[in-house]
T-cell receptor, first 116, second 113 residues
Framework: AQTVTQSQPEMSVQEAETVTLSCTYD???????LFWYKQPPSRQMILVIR??????QNATENRFSVNFQKAAKSFSLKISDSQLGDAAMYFC?????????????FGKGTKLSVKP | DTAVSQTPKYLVTQMGNDKSIKCEQN?????MYWYKQDSKKFLKIMFS???????INETVPNRFSPKSPDKAHLNLHINSLELGDSAVYFC????????????FGPGTRLTVT
Protein backbone atom coordinates (compact mmCIF):
# COMPACT_ATOMS: atom_id res chain seq x y z
CA ALA A 1 0.00 0.00 0.00
CA GLN A 2 1.15 3.49 -0.74
CA THR A 3 2.03 5.84 2.10
CA VAL A 4 2.84 9.53 2.31
CA THR A 5 5.04 10.96 5.06
CA GLN A 6 5.41 14.58 6.07
CA SER A 7 8.12 14.69 8.70
CA GLN A 8 7.61 18.30 9.76
CA PRO A 9 4.46 18.73 11.85
CA GLU A 10 5.09 22.48 12.07
CA MET A 11 7.19 25.04 10.23
CA SER A 12 7.63 28.76 10.57
CA VAL A 13 8.83 31.35 8.08
CA GLN A 14 9.36 35.08 8.09
CA GLU A 15 7.23 37.08 5.69
CA ALA A 16 8.96 37.51 2.30
CA GLU A 17 11.34 34.62 3.02
CA THR A 18 11.42 31.19 1.41
CA VAL A 19 10.38 27.95 3.08
CA THR A 20 10.50 24.33 1.97
CA LEU A 21 8.06 21.68 3.17
CA SER A 22 9.15 18.06 2.95
CA CYS A 23 7.22 15.06 1.69
CA THR A 24 8.30 11.51 1.01
CA TYR A 25 6.17 8.68 -0.25
CA ASP A 26 6.38 4.98 -0.72
CA UNK A 27 5.07 3.17 -3.76
CA UNK A 28 6.00 0.33 -6.05
CA UNK A 29 4.28 2.01 -8.97
CA UNK A 30 6.22 3.82 -11.67
CA UNK A 31 3.43 6.10 -12.80
CA UNK A 32 1.52 8.25 -10.37
CA UNK A 33 0.61 11.80 -9.46
CA LEU A 34 1.59 13.96 -6.54
CA PHE A 35 -0.23 16.96 -5.13
CA TRP A 36 0.11 19.66 -2.53
CA TYR A 37 -3.10 20.89 -0.94
CA LYS A 38 -3.45 23.88 1.35
CA GLN A 39 -5.97 24.09 4.19
CA PRO A 40 -6.23 27.57 5.74
CA PRO A 41 -8.08 28.17 9.00
CA SER A 42 -11.29 28.42 6.99
CA ARG A 43 -10.95 24.62 6.51
CA GLN A 44 -11.29 24.88 2.75
CA MET A 45 -8.96 22.45 0.93
CA ILE A 46 -7.28 24.16 -2.02
CA LEU A 47 -5.05 22.55 -4.63
CA VAL A 48 -1.68 24.31 -4.71
CA ILE A 49 0.29 22.32 -7.26
CA ARG A 50 0.33 18.98 -9.09
CA UNK A 51 3.15 16.86 -10.50
CA UNK A 52 2.98 13.94 -12.90
CA UNK A 53 5.63 11.34 -12.09
CA UNK A 54 6.49 10.80 -15.75
CA UNK A 55 7.47 14.44 -16.12
CA UNK A 56 11.04 15.27 -15.20
CA GLN A 57 10.40 18.98 -15.08
CA ASN A 58 9.38 20.28 -11.69
CA ALA A 59 5.95 21.89 -11.54
CA THR A 60 5.70 25.61 -10.78
CA GLU A 61 2.73 27.80 -9.92
CA ASN A 62 3.70 31.41 -9.31
CA ARG A 63 5.47 31.48 -5.91
CA PHE A 64 5.02 27.75 -5.41
CA SER A 65 7.36 25.17 -6.87
CA VAL A 66 8.23 21.57 -6.18
CA ASN A 67 11.44 19.60 -6.07
CA PHE A 68 10.47 16.17 -7.36
CA GLN A 69 13.10 13.48 -6.87
CA LYS A 70 11.58 10.29 -8.23
CA ALA A 71 14.42 7.96 -7.28
CA ALA A 72 14.41 9.27 -3.73
CA LYS A 73 10.59 9.32 -3.66
CA SER A 74 10.70 12.87 -2.45
CA PHE A 75 8.32 15.71 -3.31
CA SER A 76 9.05 18.94 -1.45
CA LEU A 77 7.17 22.21 -1.80
CA LYS A 78 9.00 25.51 -1.93
CA ILE A 79 7.14 28.71 -1.16
CA SER A 80 8.98 31.84 -2.21
CA ASP A 81 8.31 35.36 -0.97
CA SER A 82 6.06 34.01 1.78
CA GLN A 83 2.94 35.99 2.52
CA LEU A 84 0.72 36.10 5.59
CA GLY A 85 -2.01 34.41 3.58
CA ASP A 86 0.21 31.37 3.10
CA ALA A 87 -0.28 30.42 6.74
CA ALA A 88 -2.15 27.12 6.65
CA MET A 89 -1.90 23.35 6.92
CA TYR A 90 -0.22 21.89 3.87
CA PHE A 91 -0.95 18.34 2.81
CA CYS A 92 1.07 16.26 0.42
CA UNK A 93 -0.99 13.68 -1.47
CA UNK A 94 -0.42 10.74 -3.82
CA UNK A 95 -2.60 9.14 -6.48
CA UNK A 96 -1.90 6.07 -8.58
CA UNK A 97 -1.70 6.64 -12.31
CA UNK A 98 -4.24 3.85 -12.80
CA UNK A 99 -6.06 6.41 -10.67
CA UNK A 100 -9.30 4.91 -11.85
CA UNK A 101 -10.73 5.45 -8.44
CA UNK A 102 -9.41 8.95 -7.85
CA UNK A 103 -8.11 7.81 -4.50
CA UNK A 104 -5.96 10.55 -2.96
CA UNK A 105 -3.67 9.35 -0.17
CA PHE A 106 -2.72 12.18 2.14
CA GLY A 107 0.18 12.79 4.49
CA LYS A 108 -0.49 14.03 7.99
CA GLY A 109 0.15 17.63 7.10
CA THR A 110 2.55 20.42 8.01
CA LYS A 111 1.30 23.50 9.78
CA LEU A 112 2.98 26.58 8.35
CA SER A 113 3.09 29.81 10.31
CA VAL A 114 4.15 33.08 8.67
CA LYS A 115 5.63 35.75 10.90
CA PRO A 116 5.19 39.40 9.95
CA ASP B 1 -22.04 30.49 -6.93
CA THR B 2 -20.52 28.03 -4.45
CA ALA B 3 -18.85 25.15 -6.30
CA VAL B 4 -19.19 22.41 -3.67
CA SER B 5 -21.53 23.01 -0.78
CA GLN B 6 -22.23 20.98 2.30
CA THR B 7 -25.00 21.21 4.84
CA PRO B 8 -24.85 21.55 7.71
CA LYS B 9 -21.45 23.10 8.46
CA TYR B 10 -21.70 22.11 12.11
CA LEU B 11 -23.56 19.20 13.60
CA VAL B 12 -23.73 18.32 17.28
CA THR B 13 -25.60 15.19 18.24
CA GLN B 14 -25.73 12.45 20.83
CA MET B 15 -24.44 8.92 20.63
CA GLY B 16 -26.85 6.51 19.05
CA ASN B 17 -28.56 9.07 16.84
CA ASP B 18 -28.80 8.90 13.05
CA LYS B 19 -27.74 11.92 11.02
CA SER B 20 -27.19 12.94 7.41
CA ILE B 21 -24.81 15.35 5.73
CA LYS B 22 -25.71 16.69 2.32
CA CYS B 23 -23.34 17.60 -0.48
CA GLU B 24 -24.06 19.32 -3.76
CA GLN B 25 -21.76 20.45 -6.55
CA ASN B 26 -22.62 22.77 -9.43
CA UNK B 27 -19.45 22.16 -11.43
CA UNK B 28 -20.90 19.53 -13.71
CA UNK B 29 -18.50 16.93 -12.34
CA UNK B 30 -19.31 13.26 -12.57
CA UNK B 31 -17.28 12.04 -9.60
CA MET B 32 -17.85 12.84 -5.95
CA TYR B 33 -16.07 11.83 -2.75
CA TRP B 34 -16.38 11.78 1.00
CA TYR B 35 -13.30 12.26 3.18
CA LYS B 36 -12.94 12.16 6.94
CA GLN B 37 -10.48 14.43 8.77
CA ASP B 38 -9.83 13.35 12.34
CA SER B 39 -8.81 15.45 15.32
CA LYS B 40 -5.16 15.18 14.31
CA LYS B 41 -5.97 16.61 10.89
CA PHE B 42 -5.40 13.27 9.15
CA LEU B 43 -7.50 13.16 5.98
CA LYS B 44 -8.66 9.86 4.57
CA ILE B 45 -11.01 8.92 1.77
CA MET B 46 -14.17 7.08 2.69
CA PHE B 47 -16.15 6.74 -0.52
CA SER B 48 -16.17 7.85 -4.10
CA UNK B 49 -18.95 7.76 -6.65
CA UNK B 50 -18.67 8.06 -10.40
CA UNK B 51 -21.87 8.69 -12.33
CA UNK B 52 -23.86 7.71 -9.26
CA UNK B 53 -22.03 4.39 -8.90
CA UNK B 54 -19.87 3.49 -5.93
CA UNK B 55 -16.24 2.97 -6.96
CA ILE B 56 -14.36 3.27 -3.67
CA ASN B 57 -15.50 2.01 -0.33
CA GLU B 58 -12.59 2.10 2.05
CA THR B 59 -12.71 0.30 5.35
CA VAL B 60 -15.61 2.23 6.76
CA PRO B 61 -18.20 0.81 9.19
CA ASN B 62 -21.41 -0.08 7.45
CA ARG B 63 -23.12 2.45 9.71
CA PHE B 64 -21.97 4.90 7.05
CA SER B 65 -24.06 4.81 3.91
CA PRO B 66 -23.53 7.20 1.02
CA LYS B 67 -26.36 7.92 -1.34
CA SER B 68 -26.13 9.60 -4.71
CA PRO B 69 -29.55 10.56 -6.09
CA ASP B 70 -27.91 12.20 -9.10
CA LYS B 71 -24.46 13.21 -10.29
CA ALA B 72 -24.64 16.56 -8.52
CA HIS B 73 -25.40 15.18 -5.07
CA LEU B 74 -23.70 12.77 -2.70
CA ASN B 75 -25.19 12.54 0.75
CA LEU B 76 -23.72 10.74 3.73
CA HIS B 77 -25.99 9.04 6.21
CA ILE B 78 -24.60 7.80 9.50
CA ASN B 79 -26.50 5.42 11.76
CA SER B 80 -25.98 4.81 15.47
CA LEU B 81 -23.41 7.55 15.88
CA GLU B 82 -20.41 6.85 18.10
CA LEU B 83 -17.97 9.15 19.87
CA GLY B 84 -15.24 8.13 17.41
CA ASP B 85 -17.29 9.48 14.52
CA SER B 86 -16.52 13.01 15.69
CA ALA B 87 -14.51 14.58 12.88
CA VAL B 88 -14.71 16.98 9.99
CA TYR B 89 -16.26 15.40 6.91
CA PHE B 90 -15.36 16.79 3.51
CA CYS B 91 -17.20 16.30 0.28
CA UNK B 92 -15.26 16.75 -2.96
CA UNK B 93 -15.89 16.44 -6.65
CA UNK B 94 -13.85 16.09 -9.81
CA UNK B 95 -14.24 15.69 -13.51
CA UNK B 96 -13.56 12.01 -13.96
CA UNK B 97 -11.77 9.66 -11.61
CA UNK B 98 -8.20 10.23 -12.76
CA UNK B 99 -5.67 12.76 -11.51
CA UNK B 100 -7.99 15.67 -11.93
CA UNK B 101 -8.21 18.41 -9.37
CA UNK B 102 -10.63 17.57 -6.64
CA UNK B 103 -12.69 20.51 -5.47
CA PHE B 104 -13.53 20.33 -1.81
CA GLY B 105 -16.52 21.58 0.10
CA PRO B 106 -16.13 23.64 3.28
CA GLY B 107 -16.45 20.59 5.52
CA THR B 108 -18.96 19.57 8.16
CA ARG B 109 -17.74 19.42 11.72
CA LEU B 110 -19.56 16.58 13.42
CA THR B 111 -19.42 16.37 17.21
CA VAL B 112 -20.88 13.34 18.93
CA THR B 113 -21.49 13.72 22.66
Amino acid sequence: AQTVTQSQPEMSVQEAETVTLSCTYDTSESDYYLFWYKQPPSRQMILVIRQEAYKQQNATENRFSVNFQKAAKSFSLKISDSQLGDAAMYFCAYMNYGGSQGNLIFGKGTKLSVKP
Amino acid sequence: DTAVSQTPKYLVTQMGNDKSIKCEQNLGHDTMYWYKQDSKKFLKIMFSYNNKELIINETVPNRFSPKSPDKAHLNLHINSLELGDSAVYFCASSHGTGPHEQYFGPGTRLTVT
